[in-house]
């Protein structure tokens, strides 16, 4: 069993940057496909980013502002989230597995108990 506690969420204002971790514990992370994905009031989980061993793939709107990276080491996952604004306000969620499709939260078989980013303008 894999468990995934995130960290680094809290309140910002527009054009601030934050940077979430995922830590792991359980098992290595270096054979799992890594993502973000977000919830925001109302609205439905959505994906943000992953990362596998061989490439990163973002969620388009996103692509520029945030980035996701691994250290393996650490057994530990970042999301840098630049820019920030108001729309970027959710729940964001760690989540670990081996997807057949990446961008699908149902594909992943670990996640964690999320972390709140308020963004206020």
């Known amino acids: 069993q894999v468990q995934l506690v995130e960290s680094g969420g809290g309140l910002a204002q527009v054009g601030d940057s934050l940077r979430l971790s995922c830590a792991a514990s359980?098992?290595?992370?270096?054979?799992?496909?890594m993502a973000w994905f977000r919830q925001a009031p109302g609205k439905e989980r959505e994906f943000v980013a992953a990362?596998?061993?061989?490439?990163?793939y973002y969620a388009n709107s996103l692509k520029g502002r945030f980035t996701i990276s691994r250290d393996n080491a650490k057994n530990t996952v970042y999301l840098q989230m630049n820019s920030l604004k108001p729309e970027d306000t959710a729940v964001y969620y760690c989540?670990?597995?081996?997807?057949?499709?990446?961008?699908?939260?149902?594909?992943?078989?670990?996640w964690g108990q999320g972390t709140q980013v308020t963004v206020s303008s």
């Open positions: 990362i596998t061993w061989r490439r990163t």
């Open positions: 359980g098992r290595t992370i270096s054979t799992y496909t």
């Open positions: 989540a670990a597995g081996n997807p057949s499709t990446i961008v699908r939260g149902t594909e992943y078989d670990y």
